[in-house]
């Protein structure tokens, strides 16, 4: 790098930084694409830091039931503990409930 950059590294970013940007991409770029970039962005999409704000509601309009249980026990297992909001349609059984308020 050239001295006086102010620029830095996409690799380098912390991966609460790499959560806030990633975001802003569709859940399917966030879950396919993402991971395979490199290894800090595989961290951060792995990790909590996606998944504070859970927002499936338009892909869940499209999905069957146990495909929405199966999204929803996976983001919330990623999220370990730390999401503050969900946002998804469909949740087909009292155990989706369940899970969902024991996380």
């Known amino acids: 790098m050239e001295e006086g950059c102010d620029f830095r590294p ?5 991966p609460d930084t790499l ?3 990633f975001r802003n991409l569709s859940l399917l770029e966030i879950l396919t ?3 395979g ?5 595989r ?9 504070q ?5 338009e892909w869940s309009q499209h ?3 146990e495909n929405i249980d199966q999204m929803l026990q996976l983001l919330i297992t990623r999220s370990c503990g730390s999401f503050r909001k969900l946002c998804v349609s469909g949740i087909s059984n009292d155990l989706s409930f369940a899970y969902i308020a024991n996380q």
């Open 10 to 14: 996409w690799d380098e970013l912390i």
């Open 19 to 21: 959560g806030l940007i």
């Open 33 to 35: 694409v993402v991971p």
């Open 37 to 41: 970039v490199c290894k800090s962005w």
């Open 43 to 51: 961290k951060a999409v792995m990790g909590p830091y996606c998944w």
């Open 53 to 57: 704000e859970i927002d499936i509601e």
């Open 63 to 65: 999905c069957s039931p």
